[in-house]
């Protein structure tokens, strides 16, 4: 019985653990930095501007900018500001992890032989005892973990200042998760939540924040 409860704990912790993403973000702004104005989220690739999935991610930066306070511009033209973003995962870092094996170590139902005395005369015994059972490590084992780093950044600049070949930033965010979700599609909205979570946080400094998943990777 106590075995099944350690073993039910043990689950219950790592699939508590499973259910949030942890992101560290770090942000830089400039002192005149604005949350106002139009502005358009693009990728740096052009290529990748015309994929489906950037523009499913782009919709999303979308969303969390005009909560913010921006007005999103369908053109560059009529835009103020250009939202630079890029987002991969890289191919993983695998590791051994040793667990201990929890087992019965000692007590329990027990045989037993031996001589005792009754009344000044020697009676040999025999038969079953019982004692509480001690558990402990019995063993350990093993298995092969890969963690991937996952990664979003995002640039905020003046359009005017793209135009001319002379980037002006206004903001510098970049976040990133460890996990082993090899899948950037299932952790990308917690860890755009843990961006723009406080937005755009104090400059210079990194901050975690932890959200809840229903990712199942």
Request: aromatic share 10%; with cysteine.
């Amino acid at each position: 019985m106590i075995k099944i409860i350690l073993m039910l704990v043990m689950v219950s912790v790592f699939s508590g653990c499973a259910t949030k993403i942890r992101t560290t973000t770090t942000t830089f702004y400039a002192p005149d930095h604005q949350q106002r104005g139009a502005i358009i989220v693009v990728s740096p690739d052009h290529q990748t501007n015309n994929s489906l999935a950037f523009k499913h991610y782009q919709s999303k930066f979308n969303e969390k900018l005009k909560a913010k306070g921006y007005t999103i511009a369908q053109n560059i033209e009529a835009s103020d500001y250009i939202a630079l973003v890029s987002y991969g995962i890289d191919q993983g870092k695998s590791s051994i992890v040793s667990s201990p094996i929890v087992g019965q170590v000692g007590g329990g139902t027990e045989y037993r032989s031996g001589t005792i005395y009754v009344d000044g005369k020697k009676t040999r015994y025999s038969g079953f005892e019982y004692t509480m059972p001690v558990y402990g490590v019995v063993g350990t084992s093993t298995r092969t973990v890969t963690r991937y780093t996952r990664a979003i950044a995002m640039d905020i600049v003046k359009t005017e200042s793209f135009k001319q070949d002379n980037p002006e930033k206004m903001y510098e965010i970049r976040a990133k998760s460890v996990g082993n979700c090899s899948v950037m599609l299932e952790v990308f909205n917690e860890m755009l939540e843990a961006m723009f979570t406080n937005f755009p946080n104090e400059s210079g400094k990194a901050i975690t924040v932890a959200v809840e998943t229903d990712s199942r990777c």
